[in-house]
């Protein structure tokens, strides 16, 4: 995800040490309702320790650029450099007299503005009061506007010149055609030259509405404290509305193989088609069968595979990105010029195998323990609890996701994995993108 301007200050830092260390000893007790003007909150109290965290999250990821790529995260860009009668500095230096930190971060769906403070005043009132402003009150500054410009287009030009970025940048549209995923969320060097101040402004007055948001409160306040903060976050927008469902991602029909040369010792090996969305029926057993195929690091099948059998790659994974709609699931490693043509042999032969017998028992039983096992660490800080709610509101999730996850996790056997990676994934009708000499 692209992340914009970051404020910082070791206070708060020490703090959030303090808070990630706490073990949470059961699962949150989680709130939720919504404002006068319609955003969704979802809270957890967290009395342990001085802080509060906050994400709103609105329905504006790089899936609502249309034509104008880049055009959510640049206008996110934007937001931090100036805001009611403050510029970036002004902004920033509030922000470090507090040792309070705001951020941005834009995918695919959602635009996330996250907020961490100490609850004790003026801390507290002066981080609100600066969120609350940059949300619904940005001059989107035009100096400003060129030079964040100037710095995208210094990142794309540098994107060009990592193998792993290019491979990842063609396999998107070669995964999901034409549909609004497949773009970058960064955009390309064309659109944000060619995008105005103006289109700014109207994308922000379109999707920074309160319909379209979802709070996320977590810290040392009580229900009554999240409601004033929640309403008055959103106070200042618009009620709006919820923006429309985005289009079904399109299964692949064919295969695809693209070869990008790159002047490098190495050739990057990508590979993917449409996955799972969030909510999926499929779910439990797509995640823990990824788990046991590549998605635990040394002890997968494909490591042993590629890795510790052959030593073709250093590091090969797989990865579902469960999204509103069908995400992604890839496959990918860098190996040798001379073995990448066997090593994508492998890679391929590798999750065939998996499809047709799936995990073993033994396979299953370690890594149920391995996901279980590690899940309270996962829900044992503010700001992690803070994330899981985030994505449990905008995605409509149960409120109980995070109680019967490892119960969800522990019920899924053998023959549900074979039968979900058999319906969900087709060995010949994968996008194959390979980047190198």
């Known amino acids: 995800m692209f992340a ?3 404020f910082y200050l070791p206070l708060i830092g020490l703090v959030a040490l303090l808070a990630s260390a706490t073990t949470a000893q059961a699962m949150p007790n989680i709130q939720t309702w919504q404002t006068p003007n319609g955003a969704r909150v979802l809270f957890v109290a967290a009395p342990e320790i001085p802080m509060l965290d906050v994400k709103v999250v609105f329905d504006a990821g790089s899936a609502r650029d249309g034509e104008l790529s880049g055009l959510a995260s640049m206008t996110a860009a934007l937001l931090s450099q100036g ?9 920033a230096e509030r922000l470090e007299q507090i040792g309070a930190s705001l951020s941005s971060s834009v995918d695919q769906d959602t635009t996330e503005w996250s907020l961490r403070t100490l609850t004790q005043q003026p801390a507290m009132e002066t981080a609100l009061e600066t969120l609350t402003t940059v949300l619904t009150a940005p001059t989107f500054p035009p100096a400003d506007l060129e030079r964040v410009r100037q710095n995208r287009l ?3 030009r540098q994107a060009e010149e990592s193998p792993e970025q290019v491979a990842a940048l063609a396999l998107s549209p070669a995964i999901f055609g034409n549909h609004p995923y497949a773009t970058d969320p960064q955009g390309t060097a064309a659109t944000v030259t060619a995008l105005t101040r103006e289109e700014l402004q109207a994308f922000h007055a379109r999707f920074y509405q309160a319909k379209n948001a979802l709070i996320a409160i977590v810290g040392a306040v009580d229900r009554a404290g999240a409601e004033a903060i929640a309403t008055r976050i959103t106070a200042g927008l618009p ?13 692949l029909t064919a295969s695809s193989v693209k070869a990008i040369p790159f002047t490098a010792t ?3 090996v990508l590979v993917g088609q449409p996955g799972m969305r969030r909510g999926d029926p499929d779910y439990f057993p797509l995640y823990v069968g990824n788990h046991i195929l590549g998605g635990s690091g040394l002890v997968s099948i494909l490591m042993d595979e590629i890795r510790e059998k052959r030593g073709m790659s250093y590091s090969v994974s797989s990865a579902f990105v469960p ?3 069908l995400g992604g699931f890839t496959l990918g490693l860098q190996t040798k010029n001379s073995q990448a043509t066997q090593a994508q042999t492998v890679l391929l032969d590798t999750l065939r195998r ?13 890594a149920k323990k391995n996901i279980t096992g590690g899940f309270p660490l996962k829900i044992a800080s503010n700001r992690s609890i803070v994330s899981y709610l985030a994505m449990i509101g905008f995605y409509g999730l149960p409120l109980d996701h995070l109680e019967k996850f490892t119960a969800r996790v522990e019920a899924v056997t053998v023959e549900q994995i074979r039968d979900a990676f058999t319906r969900r994934i087709h060995p010949d009708r994968l996008a194959i993108v390979t980047v190198g000499g």
Do not use: H, M
Not at 83 to 90: L, R, T
């Open 354 to 366: 998996f499809i047709e017998t799936g995990p073993t028992e033994a396979q299953l039983i370690a």
């Open 239 to 251: 009620a709006g509305e919820r923006a429309p469902a985005l289009p079904p991602v399109a299964e």
């Open 83 to 91: 805001a009611g009668e403050w510029n970036a500095d002004a902004l």
């Open 4 to 6: 914009n301007r970051f």
């Open 266 to 268: 190495q050739t990057t």
């Open 323 to 325: 999204l509103a709609q």
């Open 154 to 156: 210094i990142a794309l």
